[in-house]
């Protein structure tokens, strides 16, 4: 008896912890997510979850490249290389002023927003000095989609 209601007090605060882990993870729209939470050590892929901030970007902060593509210089995404970290992937976030606008579990990819660097030629710095980061495999720049 004793070993039931042991096991069931253990049970009961796996759950609780679950719930507080849970309750860490859900933030509201209106609030930026900033960093990956987790110890700076820990893998970042673990560290994510599915979020979306449901935040809109401005048209002010849109562009037109030389191609004709709508381009919203506040926003753009990066997937980085297997084996980082939750600190060397907030090192990133903090590097570019970025906040979290949506990830997926399991996926070591994450759509960002950033201060509106004002042109398209700073933009564009940016998103090369991304890809010029060890740390990250690939950069998307936020560009609208074409309705042709």
Known sequence: ANAKKANAKKANAKKANAKKANAKKHVGAN???RRLVGAP????LAATYRYSSDRDHLFSSISVDPSGIEVIRTGLGF?????ATVGEINAILDSIDATIDEMTAGASVLAVRIPDPGDLESYDLIVSELR???????????????DD
């Open 31 to 33: 609030e930026p997510l």
């Open 41 to 44: 050590s820990s893998e970042a």
């Open 79 to 83: 997937d980085w290389v297997p084996g």
């Open 132 to 146: 010029a980061n060890p740390l990250v495999m690939s950069v998307g720049r936020g560009e609208r989609p074409r």
